[in-house]
């Protein structure tokens, strides 16, 4: 298939894997890359620049085909040395950075010179006006079902995605509840150039998290999933678990005047427990209401090749059988 984002990234499928923490290590990356799609490592996962070049090493390795690094750029305590990982990203010789956060014009400078393709991830059509304004080459716009941060605004893709269509020029990705061939016809009907899939991507084999983790996105329904630091204005979609229910008993005790101290426990140093560890009761983790498509646990190039023809007997033959006299 060919789109403005497959012509854009160099790529086969226009399938992204977005940046997960404690997920998007090099092995799920090039297991994306190698079946045709975007593979993406997230470079915070790594804890410093210089791992950060390790992991792309590792990457370069194992794909010869194009991937990305994702910059989150999120609220922190203490900054994380971003332009030493932008560093690391270009000295890599790694050609598409998805950004995510906050805004990431102080370093388009840095990553235009360098040839690189940015994608930020935006949750708003403002938002994603912005990104092309600031000179981003495409957007992956997240809707409100997506796993990890939704923003604010609670628009899902249905009305998110077409208005993204009408306003934007550059090109995007329809990001949150993607989960097969439908989802990839749907978001092309409405706009979008192609799929970013996170927590689809988390139940394969190559997914370097614990089986824990796998198993409990395929047994979960679309019902399981939580929203969390509503009143801190840092929501963020997770799986349902013991830790996540105090949490969200905390938030009710609290009210107006929770802070992060109060939830600290059970949003701190929580991934390594769950990706690693499989300790599925530990705390709040990413997970989008796509869980409920979520039934089985294949290889990526076998989910990638699934969607493509999915998707391609959905146009060629459901959709053309309807326009027929
Ligand atoms: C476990 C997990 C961790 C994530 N971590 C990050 C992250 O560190 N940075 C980021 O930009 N997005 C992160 N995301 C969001 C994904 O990149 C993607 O936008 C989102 O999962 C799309 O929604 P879906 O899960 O419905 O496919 C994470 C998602 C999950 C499920």
């Known amino acids: 298939m060919k789109t403005r984002i497959t012509e854009l990234l160099g790529i086969e499928h226009p399938i992204i894997q977005g940046g997960m923490h404690y997920v998007g290590y090099a092995k799920l990356a090039a297991a994306?890359?190698?079946?045709?799609?975007?593979?993406?490592?997230?470079?915070?996962?790594?804890?410093?620049?210089?791992?950060?070049?390790?992991?792309?090493?590792?990457c370069r390795e194992m794909t010869s085909k194009p991937f990305g690094v994702n910059l989150t750029f999120l609220p922190a305590f203490s900054e994380p040395p971003y332009p030493e990982y932008i560093r690391a990203i270009i000295e890599g010789g790694v050609k598409v950075v998805e950004t995510a956060g906050r805004n990431p014009q102080a370093y388009m400078p840095y990553l235009k010179q360098a040839g690189i393709k940015v994608i930020h991830k935006c949750t708003s059509v403002r938002h994603s006006l912005k990104a092309q304004a600031i000179g981003c080459d495409a957007v992956s716009v997240d809707g409100f079902e997506c796993g990890g941060h939704p923003g604010e605004d609670d628009v899902t893709n249905f009305i998110l995605l077409p208005r993204a269509a009408d306003e934007l020029k550059?090109?995007?990705?329809?990001?949150?509840?993607?989960?097969d061939g439908r989802s990839l016809v749907a978001a092309l009907a409405l706009g979008a150039e192609g799929i970013?899939?996170?927590?689809?991507?988390?139940?394969?084999?190559?997914?370097?998290?614990?089986?824990?983790?796998?198993?409990?996105?395929?047994?979960?329904?679309?019902?399981?999933?939580?929203?969390v630091m509503r009143k801190l204005h840092n929501t963020e979609r997770v799986m349902m678990n013991s830790g996540v229910e105090r949490l969200l008993e905390i938030e009710k005790q609290k009210g107006d005047a929770l802070t992060i101290a109060d939830v600290y426990e059970q949003v701190a140093g929580v991934y390594p427990k769950i990706m690693r560890d499989g300790e599925m009761e530990a705390g709040a983790w990413s997970c989008g209401m796509v869980a409920g498509l979520i039934h089985d646990i294949p290889s990526v190039r076998e989910l990638i090749d699934r969607i493509m023809s999915q998707a391609d007997a959905l146009i060629n033959q459901r959709l053309a059988g309807l326009s027929r006299p």
């Open 196 to 227: 970013n899939m996170g927590t689809r991507f988390i139940a394969t084999k190559e997914a370097p998290v614990h089986d824990n983790v796998k198993n409990a996105i395929v047994a979960a329904s679309e019902l399981d999933t939580r929203l």
């Open 32 to 58: 994306v890359s190698n079946a045709g799609g975007l593979g993406i490592i997230t470079a915070l996962t790594l804890g410093t620049p210089e791992l950060l070049a390790k992991e792309i090493s590792l």
């Open 170 to 179: 550059i090109p995007f990705v329809a990001s949150g509840g993607m989960a």
